[in-house]
């Protein structure tokens, strides 16, 4: 409250006795510490009207209430003392930003190791950490704190406010992920949750945003995620994915991470190519030219798990050195996205030029397009059922028809096809020879060419 003003009404014995009480009064008023008294009695003159409160304590409180809520950049993650002792050290939160994101950070506490010079650090989700050996690559340094016989003894300022998330040699995709060559076993690949070799934890998960139908859902493995060992090892002699023993020649290899929607975790796995094609039915998928899961895996495929390349690596194969198998001493994290809608454990497809996939005759010739874009049937009956399944959008596709010696062997029914001239082919007759059926699917329709008889010329 303000001072209430001393008024005169009149210069007789009595206003003058009550003026001097009241002058009394007021000097005690101002010396009091009590609420209300004292420095509450001076009011404050606010010219451009920008402050409500008419006495100092009210002032006080709204000055507060205006920019107690703000920190200014020299307060985020500085010491807070009130939460600092032994090998506790406390700090002020704030707003951190990753990219386009801002994430607040609530004050906090993190624990130090004795007699050691501690790192401390924040992620990109706003967790602080405390590493007894170095700073993490991906994180921002904070603090490099000295503990000695139970305290903290020297204080360094790090905080740098230019973070470099993500890091560059990985792709939006994917955050937390580095592919190393272990370098006591030059023929083993490891997973790292970053450049340090530092595994995953459920506080530092290795992120990947992997195809699931319609988009991407960001997955994340961490440690207790496990489905194998997060590593890759070659054994010798094994030649994989047809690769024959070259000395000094480098092959390419992509690191894959699966989602399996049964486990709920990411599953690493490792193939020679970039474009892949699902594992037929009763195949092995670790058997040479298929895809190589994590070493001690316990990944069961399904038709419906999605995956995506998240690095590409080389390696070295040759049977005369030992081990058979050297990866490169680095990896470069360029995703390649998988499309599709179905894959698991994956095979690698034909590759146009090379043998084409023999076909099985019978009353149905099933042709499963993920054996191959080129395939042959010898036919040694007549009035056979073609079935199509697997297809990929905008890929164009061939079969050949290989007439028996007898000949005269025939189709009656193909899948729905749009036939050049709208008629279904009529196959050659002659025993041995041959008829090639060109497709190309566009994702709901085949459209179909023929050419008939191949021979060479006489």
Request: proline share 3%; charged share 15%; with cysteine.
């Amino acid at each position: 409250m303000a001072i209430t003003p001393i008024v005169f009404t009149g210069a007789t014995k009595d206003t003058i006795k009550s003026a001097f009480q009241k002058c009394n009064n007021m000097a005690t008023d101002y010396a009091a510490a009590t609420s209300g008294k004292g420095a509450s009695l001076i009011g404050v003159y606010d010219s451009a009207d920008n402050m409500a409160a008419t006495n100092v304590e009210d002032a006080l409180a709204e000055i507060y209430t205006n920019v107690s809520s703000a920190r200014t950049m020299a307060q985020i993650f500085s010491t807070k003392a009130s939460t600092t002792t032994g090998l506790t050290w406390g700090y002020y939160g704030g707003n951190i930003r990753t990219d386009n994101e801002v994430t607040t950070v609530e004050d906090g506490t993190v624990t130090l190791t004795d007699d050691a010079t501690n790192y401390v650090e924040v992620a990109a989700d706003g967790s602080v950490y405390a590493s007894a050996t170095s700073f993490t690559s991906e994180r921002i340094p904070l603090w490099i704190i000295v503990c000695a016989d139970g305290e903290q003894t020297t204080y360094t300022d790090m905080r740098a406010w230019f973070p470099t998330w993500p890091d560059d040699s990985v792709s939006l995709l994917v955050s937390g992920l580095k592919v190393i060559r272990n370098t006591t076993s030059v023929n083993c690949l490891e997973i790292f949750e970053s450049s340090t070799g530092v595994a995953p934890t459920a506080n530092t998960p290795i992120k990947v945003h992997i195809p699931n139908g319609t988009g991407y859902t960001m997955r994340t493995r961490d440690q207790a995620e496990l489905s194998g060992e997060a590593a890759f090892t070659l054994a010798d002699a094994t030649g994989y994915w047809g690769y024959a023993s070259a000395n000094g020649s480098s092959y390419p290899a992509f690191v894959y991470a699966i989602w399996s929607a049964s486990d709920e975790c990411i599953v690493w796995g490792l193939s020679n190519v970039g474009d892949l094609t699902l594992c037929p039915t009763g195949e092995t998928e670790t058997a040479s030219g298929y895809m190589l899961l994590e070493d001690s895996s316990t990944y069961t495929r399904t038709g419906t798990d999605f995956c995506v390349a998240v690095a590409k690596v080389e390696f070295e194969y040759d049977t005369g050195d030992t081990p058979d198998y050297t990866f490169a001493t680095s990896a470069s994290g360029k995703n390649i996205i998988i499309y599709g809608s179905e894959f698991s454990v994956l095979k690698s497809p034909k590759i146009m030029g090379a043998s084409a996939y023999g076909l099985s005759d019978g009353a149905t010739i099933a042709v499963d397009w993920t054996n191959g874009t080129t395939q042959y049937v010898t036919l040694a009956g007549e009035n056979r059922t073609v079935t199509f399944s697997h297809p990929i959008s905008g890929q164009v596709y061939r079969i050949i028809l290989i007439q028996d010696e007898t000949g005269n062997r025939t189709i009656e029914t193909w899948p729905t096809i749009y036939w050049s001239g709208g008629l279904a082919p009529t196959l050659s007759t002659d025993g041995n020879s041959i008829d090639i059926v060109t497709l190309l699917y566009t994702g709901t329709t085949y459209y179909g060419d023929f050419s008939k008889n191949f021979a060479v010329p006489a």
